[in-house]
């Protein structure tokens, strides 16, 4: 079974700072992998989706890399603001029905 | 993307009861999923709501607790029956592209029974 897993669980850092976060995966014949961010009692919203051929996308102050030989994915958040603070989670993308997910790594932003 | 909205947002509900979850989407679309999140937990895929014919139920999960309806491709309805106190979670539809399987996920609905 495909086992997908986060690091750190929590992170708090002051405003300002670059942070990254990690997923890995042990099964690297993925197709895809996507970030979401999590907002306390909410559904999820789409970051990034890093395709398998692809080592990384960038939108705005996030940039996702992708190594799938090691089986591993890093989201780096530049500039962090207090705004970012929610818990951001990886999922592993082996078909279209076959979508694995981190337990996340819960970001609080200080001001 | 698409827009995905579920009704209701929250519910608390009493044990032995039964609610259903409705999701719409705003774009005929070909994969749907539910997926619960218990709390403090990540998420686990219920089911794939196919268009037409019954849902494809994942490993531990069956279609008598979780009935699922999709009559069309905007639509999907998910039932939690005879709840018990262990249903209290966070159930989420999503709808996932045919080309780069990316999902986009509804807001939720936090279900809380008593």
């Known amino acids: 079974k495909q086992e997908v897993t986060q690091i750190p669980a929590a992170l708090s850092v002051p405003e300002g700072e670059n942070l990254v976060l990690n997923c890995s995966f042990t099964?690297?014949?993925?197709?895809?992998l996507q970030w979401f961010r999590q907002d306390p009692g909410k559904g999820l919203t789409s970051l990034l989706l890093?395709?398998?051929?692809?080592r990384e996308q960038t939108s705005g102050r996030l940039n996702a890399s992708l190594d799938k030989s090691s089986g591993r994915s890093t989201l780096y958040i530049a500039a962090s603001q207090p705004g970012d603070s929610a818990t951001y989670l990886c999922?592993?993308?082996?078909?279209?029905?076959?979508?694995?997910f981190g337990s996340g790594t819960k970001l609080n932003v200080k001001p | 993307s698409a827009v995905i909205s579920q009704k209701p947002s929250r519910d608390i509900c009493q044990r032995g009861t039964s609610l259903t979850i409705q999701c719409q989407v705003d774009?005929?679309?070909?994969?749907m999923f539910w997926y619960r999140q218990q709390p403090g937990q990540s998420l686990t895929l219920i089911a794939t709501?196919?268009?037409?014919?019954?849902?494809?139920?994942e490993s531990g999960f069956v279609i008598d607790k979780f009935p699922i309806s999709r009559p069309n491709l905007t639509f999907s309805t998910l039932t939690v029956s005879n709840m018990s106190p262990e249903d209290s979670s966070i159930y989420l539809c999503?709808?996932?592209?045919?080309?780069?399987?990316?999902?986009?996920f509804g807001p939720g609905t936090r279900l809380t029974v008593t």
């Open positions: 999922a592993v993308i082996y078909n279209f029905n076959k979508f694995y």
């Open positions: 774009s005929q679309v070909t994969m």
């Open positions: 709501a196919n268009q037409g014919s019954e849902a494809t139920y």
């Open positions: 099964d690297s014949a993925i197709y895809n």
């Open positions: 999503s709808v996932g592209t045919t080309s780069s399987y990316e999902q986009y």
């Open positions: 890093i395709q398998s051929s692809q």
